[in-house]
């Protein structure tokens, strides 16, 4: 699940602007699984990203069950989508997991605390040989600030369980991924519906929610080769007509790609 911007210009029926894409826009709800498109709904930008996608995944995943019944289906999205109502949803569905994105927390830094320290331990580690050469060579600080960037960045990662103070139900498993380098630390926390047992940490998140990345390029595929951002018409319902159009021709030369 992802949410990008469809610019507009005009006075187009439920268009709004949106500070953080920095224009007047839709907010289109896409939904893909690969290289296929499963959901382009076409949405204000004044509503909570995550508004239509749980319809969205029960419609979509009823659809899947008729067909495929022992099918596994991992829900992937941003922190936008860690939502308790999602989550409970896909924890009460047969062969159902997810892996979503969520914001960091006082609390979740101080349970990782141990392991941040063991990622700048490492990179301070890495740095120093570089620094004595450096300082034989050269007396200028700032030459050693640019060495400093081609450090590798030293990445660890964690997994604990964890509740919310209100918000979640139950609690569930986060894993944290902590990088520390030139630019010091950085950190990123998934939650998931996915055991420790079947999964470890960094499996979790490079090899189950980074991939959700490669939905941008599916995204520019149907906005910047097939036109689909043409959303130009003064009614809401048809723009999401064109939209829909666009996501049909998508859907078209994706199964040639597919079997030519």
């Known amino acids: 699940m992802d949410v990008t911007d469809d610019q507009v210009h ?40 995550a508004d239509g996608a749980l319809d969205e995944l029960q419609r979509i995943i009823g659809l899947i069950r008729e067909k495929w019944s022992e099918t596994h289906i ?33 609390v979740l830094k101080l349970r990782a605390d141990d392991v941040i320290e063991k990622a700048k331990h490492e990179c301070e580690k890495k740095l120093a040989p570089i620094t004595e050469l450096m300082d034989s060579l050269f007396q200028k600080k700032e030459d050693l600030e640019e060495v400093k960037k081609l450090v590798p960045i030293s990445t660890w990662y964690r997994s604990i369980r964890y ?15 902590v990088c520390y380098g030139s630019d010091g630390l950085k950190m990123r926390h998934v ?36 036109l689909a951002d043409r959303t130009s018409t003064q009614t809401f319902q048809s723009n999401q ?3 829909w ?10 199964a040639f790609r597919q079997h030519c």
């Open 191 to 226: 939650v998931t519906s996915l055991p420790a047992s079947k999964i470890p940490p960094s499996k979790l998140y490079t090899k189950k929610y980074c991939p959700r990345g490669e939905m941008e390029n599916r995204i520019k595929e149907q906005q910047l080769d097939l």
């Open 10 to 49: 005009g006075n187009q029926e439920g268009a709004f602007f949106n500070s953080y894409y920095h224009g007047v826009c839709y907010a289109p709800l896409y939904i893909f699984c690969g290289h296929h498109l499963l959901v382009a709904k076409l949405r204000s930008s004044n509503v909570d990203p």
């Open 245 to 254: 159009i666009h996501s049909w021709a998508y859907v078209l030369i994706n």
């Open 74 to 106: 991992l829900v992937r999205g941003d922190s936008a989508y860690a939502r308790e109502e999602i989550f409970y949803f896909c924890e009460n569905q047969p062969l159902v997991d997810y892996v979503i994105a969520m914001g960091t927390n006082g």
């Open 241 to 243: 007509l064109r939209l």
């Open 163 to 177: 509740k919310t103070e209100k918000s979640w139900s139950c609690q569930r498993r986060v894993v944290t991924k």
